[in-house]
């Protein structure tokens, strides 16, 4: 399992915001680039951009709010173009490569 599944996720102020669900790589660098993460209420593509890592989870760098009126997406084990186009556009980030879900033996960031 990658260390980071079921790691608590905090939002840019510290607030707590649930648990990582899944690990997305970057398809070039095979390094953690996205999280879903998983609340009471939904799931939401987070990007790890910004992110730190303590002993208490990760934090991000990025707002509950925003978190929470992510774009709504089932986690697909490959992100379309769309898809990622609409989550980058939503977080204000640049377009990267595709990125994939991550397995196992790959490395946390």
């Known amino acids: 399992m990658n260390p980071l599944v079921d790691a608590e996720v905090f939002d840019s102020s510290g607030e707590r915001i649930g648990t990582v669900g899944q690990v997305y790589l970057r398809d070039d660098s095979r390094q953690p680039a996205w999280i879903v993460v998983r609340s009471a209420s939904q799931q939401s593509m987070v990007p ?3 992110a730190r890592m303590s002993e ?5 760098d990025v707002t ?5 009126h992510a774009p709504p ?3 697909p084990a490959r992100l ?5 186009e609409e989550l980058h ?6 377009v990267e ?5 991550g ?3 790959h490395r946390p960031f």
């Open 48 to 50: 790890l951009q910004g």
């Open 56 to 60: 208490d989870g990760i934090q991000l």
């Open 64 to 68: 509950k709010d925003r978190i929470l």
């Open 73 to 75: 997406l089932i986690p």
């Open 80 to 84: 379309s173009e769309e898809d990622g």
């Open 89 to 94: 556009q939503h977080y204000g980030l640049r």
């Open 97 to 101: 490569v595709p990125i994939s879900r």
């Open 103 to 105: 397995s196992p033996e």
